[in-house]
């Protein structure tokens, strides 16, 4: 549901609802209205005026969660050498969107909903555009393509939110870098 941009308590209010929702799910797999209204802050009427249904608000999240990995590509390309951001990129928002997802997509399957498809798509997209900064820096073969590169980073898929995934990542991305660098 759209919200209006003259409204910026309304605003607040959505990105809030949006923020708790993704760590609800995140953890449990679910998302209950009152949990979230009472997490939030707002009244469960406002949760229902902004989603009307539990479906509606788990693809949301799972929107707002694709979004920001796709849209924070050009800004840490901007603050980081291309290595670092990918790096960055892979550890502190790639893993991360995959712990959220886990539950998102349990939340969806109970629901009966599908996961949209275009953002596998999206994700490739942006990983694209920090493997070619990275092929012009000359820090990676430049024969390397991004379909090899995501499925390198298909042990991503086997972190799982209660290990320490965030170091795990870390060791994957070690192990990638050294197969796709320059020798």
């Not at 799910?25 to 009244?43: D, I, L, P, T």
């Not at 479906?55 to 799972?62: G, I, K, N, T």
């Amino acid at each position: 549901m759209p919200v209006s941009p003259r409204r910026a308590d309304t605003r607040r209010n959505h990105e809030r609802i949006l923020t708790v929702a993704a760590e609800t799910v995140s953890r449990a797999g679910e998302v209950s209205f009152n949990a979230v209204a009472k997490e939030a802050g707002v009244g469960v009427g406002t949760v229902y005026r902004h989603f009307p249904t539990p479906e509606s608000l788990v693809l949301a999240v799972y929107e707002r969660e694709v979004n920001q990995l796709v849209e924070i590509v050009p800004e840490l390309l901007a603050n980081h050498s291309p290595d670092q951001a990918l790096r960055v990129w892979i550890v502190d928002h790639l893993a991360h969107y995959m712990m959220t997802k886990r539950g998102l997509a349990n939340a969806l399957r109970a629901s009966q909903s599908e996961l949209p498809t275009q953002a596998y798509t999206r994700m490739l997209a942006a990983l694209d555009t920090l493997r070619k900064a990275n092929a012009e820096a000359g820090t990676i073969r430049p024969d390397l393509k991004t379909e090899t590169l995501m499925r390198g980073l298909g042990g991503l898929f086997f972190l799982t939110p209660e290990g320490d995934w965030k170091a795990e990542t870390e060791g994957v991305v070690d192990l990638v870098w050294h197969g796709m660098r320059l020798n």
